[in-house]
C-alpha cells in the first residue's frame, strides 16, 4: 500500500517476510520535508519486558541533498 505522509507523521505496516532476521515491521517517516524508511524489531530484554527497536535511514534510490565537503589546503587559508 502506497501512501503518502504528512510532514512530521510514519505509517507502520506488519512485515510478512519469514526469514530470521527480518523485521516485523517497515514503514516510512516524513521529517522536514524528506522522507525516510525506518524498520522495526520487536524484542525482549533480559529482564523479560517487550520493547521496539527501530531502524532508520534514507529511503532507498534517493540521493543526499548536502553538497561534499570540500578539503582546505593549507596554502588557501587567507590568513
Known sequence: METKNKNNTAVLF?????TENAPNYKGKIFLNDKEYYFDCWVKKSKTGVSYMSLSVGLEVGTKQTSAPVKAVEIDDLPF
Open 14 to 18: 506488519k512485515n510478512d517476510s519469514v
